[in-house]
C-alpha cells in the first residue's frame, strides 16, 4: 500500500509522561508495575500493575472540559496533545480519529450502574452514561480539535490499537481523509483486574517465580496489565517522521476459545505474510512480538515467527507497560522510536488477540 508517515507521538504511560520520558524507559528496559493501592487485592493472585502515577490532566486539559471526562478520556485527549504539538501543524477539520480500547471506560459503567440502582433512572447521572462508552475518548479528541473525518473505536482484545491503525491509515491512502489521530487507551480498575485475575490471565507469584511479565520465558504464567494510552499523528505535519505506516495483514484463528488463544499457527504466518506483501517487501529487521507471557499466545506466537522466519530479532515491551489497548499503542510507539534511532529499516509488529483476532503490521523507517 502507499506508506503513510507518523509524525507525532504522545504517550501516557506508567513512569512515562511524554514521548521523551517514554524513550528513556524503553531505554533502561526496566519494568513500569507497581503494587495496586486504588483497590483492595486481597485474596487475589495478582496484585501488580503497570499504573499510571504521575498524570496531571490539569497539564493538558482546561478544568470546565475535564469535569465532562472520565479518566480514560482524558488519558486518550492528553496523548492527543501531546502528539499534535509534536508533528508541528495544526490539523485540518477532515483529520479521522481511530482509537482502540480493549474494556472501555469499566469503571464509569460501574459508577453509573451503582447511581442506577440507588437513586433509580431519574436521578443517574446522565454524564456518567454519556462517558460509559468504549467510544468516549475518541469523541472527546474530534471535539476538543473539531476534527470532522471518520470517527472509530474499535474493540478486539489486545490486537484493539493495531486494528485502530490499519483502519486509519487505510482511510488515508484511499483519500477519504488527509490525515487521522491513532491510539489506543485502557484503565485498570478493580472488576477488570478481578475477572482477570479469576480466570486466570494475570502473572502472579508461585513460589517459583515473582509476579512479572515474561514474554517467551519457559516460567511465564500470565501477563501483567497496564493502563494509560498513545495517540499518533498520521498524514500530516512538519516534523521528519518516526517511521511510516506501510502494510497491514490480518486473520482469524478459528481454534481460539473466546477468552483465550488458539493453536494454529498457520493463520498466524498467513497475518505476517499479508502484511509483507502489503508493504511490498520480502523480510523485516526485528519483529516487535505480541507476546505477552500468556501461556497459550506466547507459545503460538512463537511457533508461527520459528515457521516463517526461522532465526529473527525478537523484541518484547509488554514486560515493561503491560498489555491490552494501552499496550498496543505503547508497542507501536516504541517500535515508531526504534525506527527514528535508525536501529531498523523495516519492523513487523505482532497483535494476536484472546479470541483469535491477528493484526500484524509492516512500520519503515522510509518511504522507499
Known amino acids: 500500500m502507499a506508506r503513510v508517515p507518523v509524525t507525532g507521538i504522545g504517550v501516557v504511560a506508567s513512569d512515562a509522561i511524554g514521548v521523551d520520558a517514554f524513550r528513556a524507559l524503553i531505554a533502561s528496559g526496566e519494568s513500569a508495575h507497581h503494587e495496586i493501592d486504588r483497590f483492595d487485592t486481597t485474596g487475589l493472585s495478582a496484585h501488580r500493575a503497570a499504573l499510571v502515577r504521575e498524570f496531571k490532566a490539569r497539564d493538558f486539559i482546561a478544568p470546565m472540559k475535564m469535569r465532562r471526562m472520565n479518566m480514560l478520556s482524558r488519558y486518550g485527549v492528553a496523548a492527543a496533545k501531546m502528539a499534535i504539538e509534536d508533528c508541528g501543524a495544526t490539523l485540518s477539520s477532515d483529520t479521522g480519529v481511530a482509537m482502540g480500547t480493549a474494556f472501555g471506560p469499566v469503571q464509569t459503567s460501574v459508577e453509573y450502574m ?27 479528541i474530534a471535539i476538543e480539535w473539531d476534527l470532522r473525518g471518520f470517527n472509530v473505536t474499535l474493540t478486539q482484545r489486545e490486537s484493539s490499537a493495531l486494528a485502530a491503525t490499519m483502519y486509519a491509515a487505510t482511510q488515508i491512502v484511499k483519500g477519504t481523509t488527509s490525515a487521522a489521530l491513532i491510539g489506543g487507551v485502557e484503565e485498570v480498575n478493580e472488576m477488570m483486574f478481578s475477572v482477570l ?21 519457559p516460567l511465564r504464567n500470565g501477563v501483567i496489565i497496564g493502563e494509560g494510552g498513545a495517540v499518533f499523528v498520521a498524514g500530516a505535519g512538519t516534523r521528519k517522521p518516526y517511521g511510516w505506516l506501510a502494510g497491514f495483514g490480518i486473520a482469524r484463528d478459528t481454534t481460539a476459545p473466546i477468552s483465550d488463544w488458539g493453536t494454529d499457527a498457520g493463520r498466524v504466518v498467513l497475518a505476517m505474510n499479508a502484511a ?13 512480538a505480541s507476546a505477552n507471557g500468556s501461556l497459550r499466545g ?22 515493561i507497560f503491560g498489555e491490552y489497548s494501552a499496550g498496543g499503542a505503547l508497542q507501536i510507539a516504541a517500535a515508531l522510536l526504534a525506527l527514528d534511532e535508525g536501529r531498523y529499516d523495516h519492523v513487523l509488529v505482532n497483535s494476536l488477540s484472546a479470541g483469535g483476532a491477528i493484526v500484524c503490521a509492516v512500520l519503515s523507517r522510509e518511504d522507499a
Open 114 to 140: 451503582q447511581e442506577y440502582v440507588e437513586k433509580g433512572p431519574a436521578l443517574a447521572p446522565p454524564q456518567l452514561f454519556a462517558e460509559s462508552v468504549a467510544n468516549a475518548p475518541g469523541s472527546h
Open 197 to 217: 485475575d479469576r480466570i486466570g490471565a494475570l502473572a502472579h507469584a508461585n513460589g517459583e517465580v515473582d509476579e512479572a511479565a515474561r514474554p517467551f520465558d
Open 276 to 288: 509483507l506483501a502489503d508493504a511490498e517487501i520480502e523480510r523485516v529487521d526485528a519483529i516487535f
Open 298 to 319: 506466547d507459545a503460538l506466537e512463537q511457533r508461527a515467527i520459528a515457521q516463517r522466519f526461522g532465526d529473527t530479532q525478537i523484541v518484547t515491551t509488554k514486560q
